[in-house]
Structure formats: C-alpha cells, structure tokens
C-alpha cells in the first residue's frame, strides 16, 4: 500500500496544486475582474516557485535533488505563509489605519526605483486591506495560507522520510 504513496507522486500533486492556485488567480483577475494586490502578486510568485521546484522534483530520480526540492518548497511556502498572514493583517485593520493606496504596478515600474516597489509589494498597500471575495467565510489570503501551510507541511515529511529512506 505504501509503494504508492512516494515523494515523487506527492511532489506532483503540488506542483499540479500550486499551477492550478495560480490558473484560479488568473480566472478570478481576467473572468471576474477582481484586480490584484501587491502581496496577492507576490503570493502568485511564491505558488510559481512552490510549483517550479515540486515539478522539478517530481521529474527527478535524484534523492539529494528531491531533499534539496523539499526544503526548497518549505522556505518558498513559509514565505508565501508570511506574506498571506500580512495579508490578513491589513484586511483586519480599520480603514483609517491601512497604509496609503498607491499607483498601478505598471506605472510604479515606469517611474518609482525597484527597491521602493519591492517594498510596497511585501508590506503591501490599502488595497490589500480589501476583501472582494470569500468563500466559506474565508478571504483569498486565508485560503492561500491554508494551501501553504499544506504544501509546507507535506514537503517537511517528503524531507525528512528522504533522509531516512529511499521515499
């Protein structure tokens, strides 16, 4: 029963997970016109590395490769989970309390230096504040946290179990 349950299989039902996260995000931003924020962007990139590096792992037979793919995906779900828990925070926050709206991302390339437009992008702006959109009482930055959380959690066990045994 457990020859079907591998790292191999496991790393393919994230990648599968994370590109579908993203193909949901794209649908919600082109289909229902919900305009993303600075940190739902950098959440995107943190799907698309998650995804780039369980897809990777899941086409490998190298054990160093796949432990090193595990970790990988555990820093780049932990950094999702810190920026979706930011999320949260401005979305908790009274109006008056949220940080200043800025410009669209196009317009800030254009004019503002990149280290001010990485920092806008972390910490996030007033429109991250906004929730647009719930589904069971959750907002999309709750829903990404629970999907990190997961994909961390799974590839900790894919890392562990491979410096055990060969998983």
Not at 9 to 25: I, N, Q, T
Not at 96 to 124: H, N, R, T
């Amino acid at each position: 029963m457990f020859e079907f349950v591998t790292a191999r299989r496991f790393h393919g039902l994230v990648a599968f997970a994370a590109f579908a996260l993203l193909a949901v995000a794209f649908y919600m931003e082109y289909q229902m016109g919900l305009e993303p924020c600075p940190l739902c962007m950098m959440q995107r990139i943190a799907f698309f590395a998650v995804g780039v590096m369980s897809l990777g792992s899941a086409l490998t037979q190298n054990q160093k490769v796949r432990r090193f793919a595990a970790w990988a995906v555990v820093l780049f779900s932990s950094l999702g989970a810190a920026l979706a828990i930011r999320h949260l925070y401005l979305q908790s926050l009274p109006a008056d309390e949220l940080p200043a709206c800025l410009p669209g991302l196009s317009y800030m390339f254009e004019v503002f230096p990149w280290q001010e437009i990485m920092e806008s992008m972390i910490m996030g702006t007033g429109e991250c504040g906004d929730v647009v959109w719930t589904f069971l009482g959750l907002s999309i930055p709750a829903w990404t946290l629970v999907a990190f959380a997961g994909m961390a959690i799974v590839n900790i066990w894919i890392a562990i179990q491979s410096s055990r045994t060969k998983v």
